[in-house]
């Protein structure tokens, strides 16, 4: 059945909500068991031998989970923790209480929406790591997410060489210099988002180009680029403490393209302070949560490349002196969409108000600034927001998912003429700001 416009996509309608349901997370699941299997000594080790009681035990669950998807059972509420006052479970099972009022019936895999089930995956899963005695901190992902670092290494040192001689020159570049390079930074950014580990599943990624030398011949796959709105509100300083909001998306290649612009906003002077988000749980396998940021800036330091060792130098100063912050908010990890905000969180929703600009990172957070609704696609991207705008938000976002606004009369459909794939793949990317105001 086709997606009809205007409403959330999910796995009833067969496009990539119905592949990602039936194929994709069931991989990802999979993916979990085999690497508990492999390092069932190692956990041992790292959380005593009672924790391999804990392996059995989170094991079954996940087997159980993977059926229950493939006969697409109803979705449970979250168990409680004894002390849930730093959980947002209970969040959780109101709103799987408010899905059943909205759908008449309990929520069922491919029935709900896709938003829906598929962070619900994530966060149950988080919550029966939570509820163990010894493995409560273990990751699934950390592996992978460390690899997805390491297989990109090459492109990795390029680019951070890149990025610290533009550093030390920062205070002599001209204004024309500084916009060229910003948008330049924008779009090793962008690209950045190609690397993530849920769409392949878990499989290895690795980015081993030069980012800097490939860059003119992608420019054809930027579908919307509004860097110029951006430039325009950033090279207007109102004070010192100009705040940029990072929300972050994957560890790996990608966390190192934010850092690398993060330290190019403030050597340009572009930003005076930039707070990161991260996330709270393992989310959709290489999300980046804080254990990854500072194991990311702990390879730098001890790396032998020279550069390596300056960035994360520079990175910690930075940390150290609250011009970086780490940010661990619960909502990135809930299960409202950004529109529900206002309401649900008004205290982080006033927070990022304090920001000049809030970049949200990646395909998930794309989705739920538009609540992963079917908007046809030449919408204007503020209208998708539903209100949304706490400040000027910018999306750099590599296309993953079928949700997509802002594309000028006919792209969409030359681009289904093409390839009616062409949303699942993060060929295509966009740089979409609420400043174009009418794009
Ligand atoms: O699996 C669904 C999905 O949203 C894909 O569309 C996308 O590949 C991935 O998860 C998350 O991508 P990102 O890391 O860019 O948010
Ligand atoms: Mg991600």
Redesign the pocket.
Known sequence: IQTPFGVPLSGIYKR?AYI?IKD?LPVILTKIIDTLSRNKENIADKYGELATEEVKQITGFISRLKSEIATNKTLKPLRLLADDKDNDAEEWNKYLLKRTEIEGETPTWFNTVWLHC?CYMYRVLAQELALMKHMKNYDPFEQQKQSAFTNSLTSIEALCNYTMNLIHRAENLSIVETKEELLKFFKINLWG?KC?L??TAGAEVGQSSNPIEVLKSLDKNILVNNSDFVWNLLRKRNSNADIVDMIF??AGYELFTDLCLAVFLLASKLAGKIRFYVKRYPW?V??TTINDFYWTLEYMKNSPNEDLQELAKLSSNYLKNNIWTIEEEPYWTGPYDFAEMKEQNPVLYAKLSEAKLAIFK????Y?KLLGDINWEYTTQFTQALRGFQPTNVLSL??V??DVCVGLSTGVAEELFKKDENWMFT?EYGLIQTTLAGTC
């Open positions: 990539f990602t994709r598929e988002n993530d849920s769409l998306d994957n959709f290489s999300d990646g395909d998930l957070n989705r976002r590599t993953k998912s993060g």
